[in-house]
């Protein structure tokens, strides 16, 4: 995304204070304002355009507009290129995937233990039945138990 205001600005501007707020929005965009604090508001894009409030915020407002698009486009890559970055966000996303693994886990040895159980009842009531023709039979387990 072209993130400077006069690229994708759809017309060329002939009035200097129109190319002037443009300008202003461009170094505000790009991080090296001259003026202003560079905080993306249209208070500060006065400044930076060395206007009154009044011309950006009233005589200009299709400029206006579009530098706040701008703004809010510039945020949000700015904070996704913070949290790709902070070493904290890292960790609270390591930590999401791995509590989500380790409940998959325990859901799956939930469903280990149920079919373990109901395979252990149904040994005991074949080997209890013991009918001669049966085709079950006793596996003798080799564990010891330690008491």
């Known amino acids: 995304m072209n993130r400077t205001a006069t690229a994708s600005w759809p017309t060329e501007e002939t009035d200097p204070q129109r190319v002037g707020i443009l ?9 090296k304002p001259q ?6 508001s249209v208070s500060q894009l006065a400044v930076e355009a060395n206007v009154k409030y009044w011309v ?22 700015a904070h996704a290129h913070d949290d790709d970055n902070d070493p904290i966000v890292k960790l609270r ?3 999401a995937a791995l509590t989500d693994h380790c409940q ?16 252990t009842l149904e040994n005991e009531h ?12 006793s596996i003798h387990s080799r ?3 330690n008491r």
């Open 23 to 31: 300008a202003a929005a461009d170094r505000m965009l790009s991080g």
């Open 35 to 40: 003026r202003c604090s560079g905080n993306l």
């Open 56 to 77: 950006v915020a009233q005589r200009h407002t299709d400029l206006r507009d579009h530098f706040q698009r701008l703004a809010v486009a510039a945020r949000r890559a």
């Open 93 to 95: 996303r390591k930590n």
């Open 104 to 119: 998959s886990l325990e859901r799956l040895v939930q469903q280990y233990a149920i079919i373990i159980n109901e395979l």
């Open 126 to 137: 074949l080997l209890k039945a013991g009918s001669p023709d049966s085709n079950v039979a």
């Open 143 to 145: 564990r010891t138990v």
